[in-house]
């Protein structure tokens, strides 16, 4: 479940125009093999993808690509006025199937060199794009989301449709996947087809079949559902399971699909990796440009030894050079808060035996492999269960433990919500960690883009809610939080690398609900926190000073449920203006929490808030910051413009 951000590679890049794919279909060869071509040719073009946008999941994109290729190509009615739907419940192998659907006319062909960029092909699928039918990202929502369409359906009277639903084997971790399972056999629900993706792994690690799925083909029977189970990349196999159940109107239908991750490059499929290997490398991220070439070129050759045994030319290629990098200031520090987390915890862990860290299936993107190299009982790998992680560290801490949950805020304080709170009503101390916090990176898309956890958070009472700006915030508020303080703490974390311009670092006294200035000014305050919005902020500061010589004064104020009033009036009254800067929706974040408290320690003045009021689009970070308006520039414009 992982979303590691890497660079884009560095050496010539190549696609497969849409012309041979429509060349692959018109040899005269069996539909099995030319599946089989297709299929390897839209790898070659999820490859170039991923490549060109720097990250993108290689590994859950090929395990599926040839039975979506079969779906596509030869099962699915796609072309009547009551057409097939087919959709990923996980997400992951969006690329994938974004190859597909170019390389059919689905899509426009264009947007394969617009992945993950602004006004592009986003991370993870999006109902606005053409084929894509649902939103997925946010796992175990699809068979939910096909029984309710399949409702609608035979409400229409549009009795043969079907919906081909695929599932990520650790997918089936998440509670909803279970919940919606019974209903579906009960309603007939047998227009349903739901394709296990069962290669057997976690985003990063193996998974056990016996101890941890059991018996897949006994628990879905158990429920009511008609059960195969198929090699997922022996396409005729795949295909004699479909239309053995042509005339099975009744029952919802499950393929345990047996496939291998990373399949169409040997050194990527998951079956290669060493027996003691920690992790898979090809989950997420994109791959580097050695391992780009040879993939490209196992591809290529195999392509090439089929279509030559078809008795018809090799397949040609495009060439692009990849976008050029960049260059930052080398002089300006840049803020990488995940190691240093790493680096406290460690340190909290050898003094206080009471700490536990647990996981939800993101050890790596959360720092946490060395605490669990380091203390292996102590690490309790909980899957993608964020609820259940949740509720177990409530169990933890009320037997002593200082329990730490850690997972993507997008799915740490909005999916175990009810948890979080039903633990701080007990009042004992839950540490929660949410990494990827915010509207970057949004390459991802929305599934992944944390946005609304301060207003889930915010308000469960004996809980802490703080976002440091900084390596040397998140060891004051580790201090503070974790290992001095006496209530539970949420700590939001900014995954990505971020320059800090400014110099200033927080006093040591800082107390809970206080901020620091790290810009002086007396025109106005502007209150920001995280590394992102907060460097945006002074940077704009120093913008609109060098553009009028106003002088705004810049605060970075990390608690974002706790507003110490003493503390506020010695910032805001006097001050013309306040400014708020939100790596949230405006609404439910900090913004409105701050000017209620200014309201109540008497300021008053003029106000101007800056955050999301709808859905963040994706992309890389500068160019979504600058739609949005919260680039330095945006912001002080917008700024000096207010006042």
Request: include cysteine; glycine fraction near 10%; proline fraction near 5%.
């Amino acid at each position: 479940m992982g979303e590691l951000i890497g660079e884009v590679a560095t050496d010539t890049l190549y696609f497969v125009e849409r012309s041979e794919f429509d060349r692959v279909l018109r040899l005269n060869a069996p539909d099995a093999e030319k599946a089989l071509l297709f299929a390897d040719l839209a790898r070659i073009n999820t490859l170039y993808m991923i490549a060109r946008a720097g990250s993108g999941h290689i590994g859950s994109s090929f395990s599926t690509m040839d039975m979506a290729a079969w779906l596509h190509l030869y099962a699915m009615d796609r072309t009547s006025a009551t057409p097939d739907i087919y959709f990923s419940s996980k997400g992951h192998d969006a690329p994938g199937l974004y190859a597909l659907l170019t390389a059919l006319g689905v899509q426009d062909f264009e947007l394969i060199h617009r992945f993950r960029r602004l006004d592009g092909l986003p991370g993870h699928p999006d109902r606005l794009f053409p084929g894509m039918v649902t939103n997925t990202g946010s796992l175990g929502m699809g068979i939910s989301k096909a029984k309710g369409m399949s409702h609608a359906m035979s409400a229409r009277g549009e009795h043969r449709r079907r919906i081909f639903v695929v599932l990520g084997d650790g997918e089936l971790q998440e509670g909803q996947i279970w919940e919606s399972l019974v209903s579906a056999a009960n309603r007939h629900q047998g227009r349903i087809i739901a394709i296990v993706d069962h290669n057997k792994l976690q985003s990063d690690t193996f998974v056990s079949e016996t101890s941890d799925l059991g018996d897949l083909e006994a628990k879905f029977q158990a429920f009511g559902w008609n059960v195969k189970r198929v090699n997922g990349h022996d396409i005729e196999a795949f295909a004699l399971a479909l239309s053995d159940w042509r005339n099975e109107t009744t029952r919802p239908k499950m393929i345990i699909a047996d496939t291998v991750k990373g399949k169409g490059i040997s050194f990527m499929e998951h079956t290669a990796m060493e027996s003691d290997a920690a992790l898979y490398r090809f989950h997420s991220g994109a791959p580097d440009a050695a391992s780009y070439s040879m993939g490209l070129q196992e591809i290529l050759d195999r392509v090439n030894r089929r279509l030559e045994t078809l008795a018809t030319r090799g397949l040609s290629l495009e060439t692009v050079e990849p976008p050029a990098r960049v260059a930052s200031d080398a002089s300006i520090p840049v803020e990488r808060l995940v190691p240093v987390y790493t680096e406290l915890l460690l340190e909290a862990a050898r003094k206080d035996g009471k700490i536990v860290a647990l996981d939800a299936d993101l050890a790596l993107d959360t720092g946490l492999l060395p605490f669990k190299a380091e203390f292996p009982a102590r690490f309790v790998e909980c899957g993608i269960s964020e609820m259940d992680m949740v509720s177990q560290a409530g169990g933890m801490a009320l037997q002593g433990l200082l329990p730490i949950c850690h997972s993507f805020a997008c799915f740490l304080g909005t999916r175990a919500n009810e948890q979080i709170y039903n633990n701080a009503t007990e009042k004992t101390k839950v540490g929660y960690v949410g990494a990827l916090a915010g509207i970057l990176p949004a390459a991802p898309g929305h599934s992944h883009q944390s946005v609304r956890d301060i207003s889930a958070v915010g308000g469960v009472p004996h809980l802490i809610l703080a976002d440091p700006a900084s390596g040397a915030d998140l060891r004051l508020l580790f201090d503070l939080l974790a290992i001095r303080g006496n209530k539970s703490f949420y700590l939001r974390i900014t995954s990505i690398p971020w320059e800090r311009p400014y110099a200033a670092t927080p006093p040591q006294d800082l107390g809970i609900g206080q901020g620091y200035a790290i810009r002086e000014g007396k025109d106005g305050v502007i209150f920001a926190y995280g590394p992102v919005m907060l460097a945006n902020a002074w940077r704009a500061a120093e913008r609109i000073a060098a553009k009028s010589g106003k002088q705004f004064k810049v605060i970075n104020l990390p608690f974002l449920n706790q507003i110490d009033l003493e503390w506020l009036k010695t910032i805001v009254l006097g001050a013309p203006a306040i400014v708020t800067v939100d790596n949230h929706y405006i609404a439910g974040g900090l913004g409105e929490k701050l000017l209620a408290a200014a309201a109540t320690v008497g300021w008053s003045g003029k106000v101007r808030q800056f955050g999301l009021t709808d859905v963040p689009p994706g992309g890389q970070p500068a160019e979504v910051l600058e739609r949005l308006g919260l680039d330095c520039k945006g912001l002080a414009k917008a700024i000096g413009a207010s006042f």
